[in-house]
């Protein structure tokens, strides 16, 4: 079956660093993509790992590890701003495929 | 661009009424997708077209359900007839296939069966 474990939930205060991890089994695997989401708001794209290591934007910075089946998405200097949701999505195949969701981790950041 | 446009933001409706669900997509992306999201079940993937052909039905809960993507700046969901388990928040969102890991979700249409 397919699986993607996140933890519920993470609580942090600002000027922090959090790690979210990501573990997966699915049937295929391309790529682990990681999105945000505030409450009441729409999902929007942070990162994309096709490849083994470290992806840095920012404050934000992914990792895949394929052997593992493993990623993290994180979060450096935190700020209020960044209580959110945190998804991470595994892309199963090539162009043209879906992506599967992981139900997503509640990030909280108190000052 | 104005990015993926969803319409109604909200709607209420009674058990029984059809409703419709409207997305245009951002122009040149060439997949659409259509999500459910509850606190129960998280985000679900209920269908997918690329190139205005649905690929993936196999997350429409029931024959109640169903898509349209007449041209590449138009999809629609329907549901008839609407039940309250049908309550949730439903997203639009688009991409390039080549990118799919890549996608823009709309604002979503906060639905309420009563």
């Known amino acids: 079956g397919q699986s993607l474990e996140q933890p519920s939930e993470v609580t942090a205060v600002e000027g922090a660093i959090v790690q979210i991890n990501c573990t997966y089994q699915?049937?295929?695997?391309?790529?682990l993509s990681w999105y945000q989401q505030h409450d009441g708001g729409a999902p929007t794209f942070l990162s994309y790992?096709?490849?083994?290591g470290l992806e840095e934007t920012g404050r934000f910075s992914s990792f895949l590890s394929r052997s593992d089946s493993y990623g993290y998405l994180l979060l450096q200097e935190l700020q209020m701003k960044d209580s959110a949701s945190y998804f991470c999505?595994?892309?199963?195949?090539?162009?043209?495929?879906?992506?599967?969701f992981g139900k997503g981790t509640t990030l909280s950041v108190s000052s | 661009d104005a990015g993926v446009i969803q319409s109604p933001r909200h709607e209420v409706t009674e058990m029984g009424q059809e409703v419709t669900l409207r997305c245009k997509p951002i122009?040149?992306?060439?997949?659409l997708f259509w999500y459910r999201q509850t606190m129960m079940r998280g985000l679900e993937l209920l269908i997918y077209f690329n190139n205005n052909v649905p690929i993936d039905d196999s997350g429409m809960p029931e024959d109640r359900f169903s898509a349209k993507m007449p041209n590449a700046s138009f999809s629609t969901l329907k549901i008839q007839p609407s039940e309250p388990r049908d309550s949730a928040v439903y997203f639009c969102?688009?991409?390039?296939?080549?990118?799919?890991?890549?996608?823009?979700f709309g604002p979503g249409t906060r639905l309420t069966v009563t």
């Open positions: 999505a595994v892309r199963e195949g090539q162009a043209g495929t879906a992506l599967i």
């Open positions: 969102a688009s991409s390039l296939a080549r990118k799919g890991y890549e996608q823009y």
């Open positions: 699915t049937s295929g695997f391309y790529g």
């Open positions: 790992n096709a490849l083994d």
């Open positions: 122009s040149g992306h060439n997949s």
